[in-house]
């Protein structure tokens, strides 16, 4: 059983910064692609960034490429995302997932996810 809880959603200003934690919990493995992914209102959820656990490659979608950063902390298992010069269309529900065998992009091939935090970014 795996556990994966994301937290540090909120509002805030377009320009401003947040920074997303997951905490992994219950059975996990080396050898792992965690990843960020968002779903705004009205539309699909869509992949954001991703990270492997065991050589620390990182992955962005282009929407976020020199604004985000994921990082990770292998002794607290947790994942990061820190968000930089946030955009109202940044607003989504921000989704931790993990799995073994995935296609980075693909949210199908996750097997696990968190609930999700709110995001919300004001113009």
């Known amino acids: 059983q795996v556990q994966l809880v994301e937290s540090g959603g909120g509002l805030v200003q377009a320009g401003g910064s947040l920074r997303l934690s997951c905490a992994a919990s219950g059975r996990t493995f080396s050898s792992w692609t965690m990843a960020w992914f968002r779903q705004a209102a009205g539309k699909e959820r869509e992949f954001v960034a991703a990270?492997?656990?065991?050589?620390?490659?990182?992955y962005a979608a282009d929407s976020v490429k020199g604004r985000f950063t994921i990082s990770r902390d292998n002794a607290k298992n947790t994942m990061y995302l820190q968000m930089n010069s946030l955009k109202p269309e940044d607003t989504a529900v921000y989704y931790c997932?993990?799995?073994?065998?995935?296609?980075?992009?693909?949210?199908?091939?996750?097997?696990?996810w968190g609930q999700g935090t709110q995001v919300t970014v004001s113009s």
């Open positions: 997932a993990a799995g073994t065998s995935v296609i980075v992009t693909i949210d199908r091939s996750y097997d696990y």
């Open positions: 990270i492997s656990w065991s050589d620390g490659n990182t």
